[in-house]
């Protein structure tokens, strides 16, 4: 109860959802309803208000059709339950493929969202990997318009910064993407960025200026709706390795806390970290000397 409190309590203070992405230290991947409910009573008794759902938990879906007629029932309790504890829903598919797949993925994804009210559906925007990344960008923005404007889906689409090097989807592509895009918003894997630039976010200074920069871009009413996604990284010449904790990182979450004080942001912060909760847990005896 204790821990509740004070994780309720940082939140509060600083504005921003806190949460986990895939799961618990118990079920560190979501990939049934059953196991969804789980996850959800673990974040709430910790006191974290969000969870980004991987595409593990949806893999059986094949179809919009299957997805009403076998699936509905259970997308629909995770949302009351998810409703009932005020825990924030997104959705993670880190992976589409590319065509002739993509348009059935992405369409099914999209009806997922709309049916468990997900803030937002997160994709890496590399589903077409074997072209230049200018012509790759192109047909990323060509899809994601026809697929909103087709759907009329009320969540929004996600475009997230990705880790390796020869990957679209660094800070400038993400920005110009969301810029040329509706219904959609720039995720800001802190990780991915970290690796992607060889280690650079080593003091608030670098994290305060992508983020002016994405403000600038975007608009400022971002500063009011942003989405985060932190953890610990490895990684070498061509970019991300592997995720670890956040302990054992050389990218300090206190530069970004201090940035998102500075700067008065809201929104969600993500944390994807090996021991889910339980890694969380231990940062919060940081966050809260930080979160006055």
Not at 19 to 43: H, N, Q
Not at 133 to 144: G, H
Not at 170 to 183: A, L
Request: hydrophobic share 40%.
């Amino acid at each position: 109860m204790l821990i509740r409190k004070k994780s309720l309590k940082i939140q509060e203070r600083l504005g921003m959802r806190m949460g986990a992405a895939y799961g618990s230290s118990r079920i560190p991947v979501i990939k049934t309803p059953s196991e969804a409910l789980s996850v959800l009573e673990d974040l709430y008794r910790v006191g974290f208000r969000a969870l980004l759902l991987p595409k593990e938990l949806f893999d059986n879906i094949n179809n919009i059709s299957d997805l009403y007629k076998e699936h509905y029932t259970n997308l629909l309790k995770i949302k009351t339950i998810a409703s009932k504890y005020n825990i924030e829903l997104a959705i993670h598919n880190h992976s589409l493929p590319g065509e002739p797949m993509l348009d059935n993925i992405f369409k099914i994804y999209c009806n997922i969202a709309n049916v468990m009210d997900a803030r937002v559906f997160v994709v890496h925007p590399n589903f077409y990997s074997r072209m230049p990344k200018d012509q790759a960008s192109r047909l990323v923005v060509y899809k994601i318009n026809e697929i909103v404007n087709e759907l009329r889906i009320r969540s929004k689409i996600g475009i997230e910064t990705t880790g390796r090097v020869g990957d679209l989807g660094s800070v400038e592509d993400v920005i110009d993407m969301v810029k040329r895009t509706t219904k959609t918003e720039p995720i800001l894997n802190w990780a991915h960025i970290h690796a992607r630039s060889s280690g650079a976010l080593t003091s608030e200074n670098d994290f305060r200026r992508i983020l002016d920069n994405v403000r600038a871009e975007v608009g400022q009413y971002w500063l009011n709706e942003a989405y985060f996604i932190f953890s610990g990284i490895s990684y070498g010449p061509s970019g991300a390795i592997q995720h670890k904790p956040v302990v054992r990182s050389d990218m300090k979450l206190e530069h970004l806390i201090k940035s998102i004080q500075t700067l008065n942001i809201k929104g969600t912060l993500i944390f994807e970290t090996p021991n889910r909760e339980k890694d969380i847990v231990d940062m919060l005896h940081e966050l809260g000397d930080m979160v006055r």
